[in-house]
């Protein structure tokens, strides 16, 4: 017989347990045999029925459960009394997927598994609160030292925070987010691409706003402004979209917080926890979804989404670890870290007190152009390295009326963002080409003479007319409005 002390107390058929009162000589009323003891007994059966389909859902959902060993270091610090701190990775492994299992054209097939979403989650004392801060994946951090699976040590080194997945696996990243945050991790929960579409479909698809168009060359995402209900396929090219955003990863993030709120919004609107075939279908998508760390239990997962359905969307804060720009370092495109910011960010979760982030900065006025797109001389190149890159781009100019200047060339350099190069007197007429090039960049360069050149980076997603009366604000680094916190409850429409 299996051994009930693995369940949870309130899942346990046997219950606390009473001893039997004997019955009074003489009483032929009492016992088993009088209306009182048939309807005791019979209540009993369907008590033990039910508690012994309880116990075999908690053993089918625990035995789902895919456990990864030695994700959790013994000893160290501890969470606040009272306060949990679980790591939510998304891992970008292709097995599964239609849509990513192959590489799209012109591009290296992508092998293995890196953390393409990491997320720290901060239950406070009480279930008063949560904080869910997204962590960019190419924050640069230091990879504290390891031994990689052939027992090779690895000194201490600098390089992008989904580098540490990609090394050593989750324990590495837990051990580099707490080097990261000073913030103990108590659990980790881990799902791939196959399991996020699982999830959303055994919802039946989650609602989501967009307050312009979204479209993916690469996947073949193409949205409206608007409403829209989207299936686990639509969902995780929406989450996963990176080329072709402004901001790339931190513009991505927004668009995960904004549709973790939507799913929080579904799940508490559409009554999944109080329906038994809702949840069952749920929970089973879900424990077969994911990976977590050897002390998780199925019985863990519930008592966490207790705390949340407590909580309430309003109670759920989404933030991101603050950021002062970007930069390159050793070749590559990175984030950089706001120490400051992030320290005292951390700091309020680590002691369990509430966060409080700096308010946006007004927005600069924008600056009207002063050359038009015709008087606009540009040379184009494929920087990306994506195949057809740099003559889509001449393509999507010379349709806006710029003026091409040769044939598009390769001049690979691996970037994400575009960049336009210009010569002493074309300043006004580069920050013209920049209206037109969403998330590029402007780097003066003495060389050239009246022709512009635009290196095409990965991200590039299309051309667009200058706004309305020539007017531009350009982009040119994450502002504390981009990474600003908002709740399960009010995210609105994204971009």
């Known amino acids: 017989m299996s051994d009930l002390s693995v369940l949870p107390p309130e899942l346990n058929p046997r219950g606390p347990g009473r001893p039997i009162k004997p019955a009074k000589p003489g009483n032929r009323r009492t016992g088993w045999r009088s209306p009182l003891g048939i309807t005791a007994a019979a209540l009993a059966v369907c008590v033990l029925a039910a508690s012994g389909l309880l116990y075999t859902r908690y053993l089918h959902y625990d035995h789902n459960l895919k456990k990864t060993t030695g994700v959790i270091k013994p000893g160290g610090a501890t969470a606040a009394d009272g306060a949990e701190n679980v790591l939510l990775v998304g891992s970008d492994s292709r097995t599964g997927t239609d849509q990513f299992a192959q590489a799209p054209k012109g591009q290296t097939p992508v092998e293995g598994q890196r953390s393409d979403t990491v997320i720290l989650a901060h239950l406070a004392k009480g279930n008063k609160a949560a904080t869910l801060v997204s962590l960019p994946r190419d924050s640069w951090v230091t990879i504290p030292a390891y031994n990689d699976a052939k027992g090779v040590a690895h000194p201490a080194h600098l390089d992008k925070l989904n ?39 055994a919802l039946g698809g989650v ?31 929406f989450v996963r979209q990176r080329y072709g955003l402004p901001l790339g990863d931190i ?33 089973d ?14 019985s863990d997962l519930a008592k966490l989404a207790v705390k949340l359905k407590g909580l309430g969307t309003g109670n759920v804060v989404l933030t991101t670890m603050p950021l002062t720009g970007f930069s390159t370092q050793n070749g590559v495109d990175v984030d950089d870290i706001d120490t400051a910011k992030s320290t005292a960010l951390f700091q309020s979760l680590a002691v369990d007190a509430p966060v409080v982030l700096p308010s946006a ?34 393509s999507d100019l010379t349709k806006l009326g710029f003026q091409l200047v040769g044939t598009p060339a390769d001049r690979i350099t691996g970037a994400s963002a575009s960049v336009i190069q210009y010569g002493p007197t074309q300043a006004e007429a580069a920050r013209t080409l920049q209206a037109a090039v969403p998330g590029s960049t402007l780097q003066a360069n003495p060389q050239l003479n009246t022709t512009l050149q635009l290196i095409v980076g990965k991200s590039y997603n299309g051309a667009q007319a200058p706004g309305p009366n020539g007017v531009v604000a350009p982009v040119a680094a994450p502002t504390e409005d981009a990474l600003a916190e908002t709740t399960a409850a009010n995210a609105s429409c994204t971009a």
């Open 251 to 283: 513009d991505r993030i927004k668009r995960q917080q904004q549709f973790m709120a939507s799913m929080m919004r579904k799940v508490e609107s559409a009554g999944t926890l109080a329906n038994p075939l809702k949840l069952n279908d749920f929970l």
């Open 207 to 237: 609602d989501i706003c967009l307050s312009q168009p979204a479209h993916d060359i690469q996947t073949g995402l193409n949205l409206t402004a608007g409403p829209h209900h989207l299936n686990g396929t639509t969902a995780l090219e």
């Open 285 to 298: 998508a879900l424990t077969k979804s994911i990976s977590v760390d050897s002390g998780m239990s199925a």
């Open 163 to 201: 580098a540490a997945f990609s090394l050593g696996g989750a324990p590495l990243l837990v051990s580099t987010v707490q080097q990261l945050t000073g913030i103990h991790i108590d659990h980790y929960v881990e799902i791939d691409f196959a399991g996020f579409q699982n999830m959303v479909n």
């Open 361 to 394: 900065p007004p927005t600069p006025a924008p600056v009207p152009l002063t050359v038009a797109v015709s008087a606009v001389h540009v040379e184009v190149f494929n920087g990306g390295g994506l195949s057809g890159l740099a003559r889509k781009a001449a």
